[in-house]
């Protein structure tokens, strides 16, 4: 259950003129079990506690934030890094000219481009695979702290964004991407172009739906500042019926070598109602290259996801 409170009085103020109009506080939680060839059956649980404030001037712009705050077990255990300074915490502003973002979002590339997963997992296994990318593209590449300033806008059945993301340090360069989608109809299309310190990445992607199936393909190719260039191609589809949803998608990547790292993940989720879901997911990875060459892992989780 979503609770949204409504403010009798102001709750900011910008600039003496504006207030914030209400703040909304959802969240999610998810409890079960994860396992797989490198680890043993472990207890799985999640928190997720988001924010989101949004406000409007006297002359119509809208401003806010939104802030997750996220707390798994994993999180606790992990070393933070660069790359999390500004996880989970957004600002915007948005009007006729458009939506200016800043904090962590994503970049103009993966803005662009739709992913070939369709259900979720506790644990992400369907997503976790060799074969799998998020198209997150360069977004913190080279130690950057992933503070990245994107403005899109719509015109039509067409989208387009440009993002910049400002060295971090003075050493690392700036992380500059732009993105173009459009949906029509049951179909939809998308394409990105990011570039960092001699490093690039384009892509694209298409996406369909007939009924009960939806279906999505995408293709990256990686052009790093030096070593050999690294091409993605991605498929997925979802079949959705009455509170069940299934997803099967495949991924391979190469690197110019003689191997290629592939990979498959399956989700599958049945809602019980009242925001409760029973929660299933597979990923299997055939490493071709890397640390992992010439090994085959596998994981899988199952649990019972909340929203609130």
Same mark, same amino acid.
């Not at 939680?29 to 924010?51: K, L, P, R, W, Y």
């Given at each position: 259950?979503?609770?949204t !409170?409504l403010?009798? /009085? ?7 003129? @504006?207030? #914030? ?7 999610? =939680? &998810?409890m ?17 506690? =988001?924010?989101?404030?949004? +406000?409007?001037?006297? #002359? ?7 802030v997750?705050?996220?707390? %798994?077990? &994993?999180?606790?255990? #992990?070393? %933070? ?9 957004a600002v915007y ?14 970049? +103009?590339?993966?803005?662009?481009l ?7 997992? $506790?644990?992400?296994? &369907?997503?976790?695979h ?7 593209g360069?977004?913190?590449n080279g130690?950057?702290?992933?503070? $990245? ?11 387009? #964004? ?12 700036? $992380? $500059?991407?732009?993105?173009v ?6 179909? =939809? ?7 960092h ?6 892509g694209?992607?298409?996406? =369909? ?5 939806s +279906? /999505? ?10 070593g050999?260039n /690294?091409?993605?191609f991605?498929?997925? @589809?979802?079949?959705?019926? *009455?509170?069940t %949803?299934?997803?099967?998608?495949? *991924? ?9 790292? /592939?990979?498959?993940?399956? @989700?599958?989720?049945?809602? !019980?109602g ?16 890397g ?12 649990? !019972?996801?909340?929203?609130?």
């Amino acid at each position: 259950m979503k609770r949204t !409170l409504l403010a009798s /009085t102001a709750l900011v103020a910008m600039s003496g003129a @504006a207030y #914030a109009q209400g703040v909304t506080v959802s969240g999610s =939680a &998810e409890m079960g079990v994860a396992g797989g060839s490198d680890s043993d059956a472990m207890f799985h649980q999640d928190v997720d506690v =988001a924010f989101a404030m949004e +406000g409007v001037t006297d #002359a119509g712009l809208t401003f806010g934030t939104a802030v997750s705050l996220d707390d %798994t077990k &994993e999180d606790k255990k #992990a070393t %933070t890094d660069a790359n999390t300074t500004n996880g989970g915490f957004a600002v915007y502003v948005k009007g006729p000219f458009g939506n200016i973002t800043l904090g962590d979002t994503d970049g +103009g590339f993966d803005w662009a481009l739709a992913e070939v997963n369709g259900a979720g997992s $506790i644990a992400d296994n &369907e997503t976790g695979h060799a074969g799998f990318d998020g198209n997150s593209g360069l977004d913190g590449n080279g130690g950057n702290d992933g503070q $990245i300033l994107r403005y899109d806008n719509s015109f039509g059945d067409l989208g387009v #964004a440009v993002s910049f993301e400002q060295e971090d340090g003075g050493s690392n360069g700036d $992380i $500059i991407g732009v993105g173009v989608k459009g949906g029509f109809g049951d179909f =939809a299309v998308g394409a990105g172009y990011q570039t960092h310190d001699g490093a690039s990445v384009s892509g694209m992607s298409a996406s =369909a739906t007939f009924g009960e199936i939806s +279906g /999505t393909v995408n293709f990256s190719r990686m052009s790093p500042d030096m070593g050999d260039n /690294t091409t993605h191609f991605g498929v997925g @589809a979802t079949y959705t019926v *009455g509170a069940t %949803t299934v997803n099967v998608n495949y *991924g391979q990547k190469d690197n110019g070598s003689a191997e290629n790292n /592939t990979g498959f993940g399956v @989700a599958a989720t049945y809602g !019980l109602g009242g925001g409760a879901t029973l929660k299933f997911g597979y990923g299997n990875s055939d490493h071709g290259y890397g640390d992992d060459a010439g090994t085959t892992s596998d994981a899988w989780s199952l649990g !019972l996801g909340m929203s609130f």
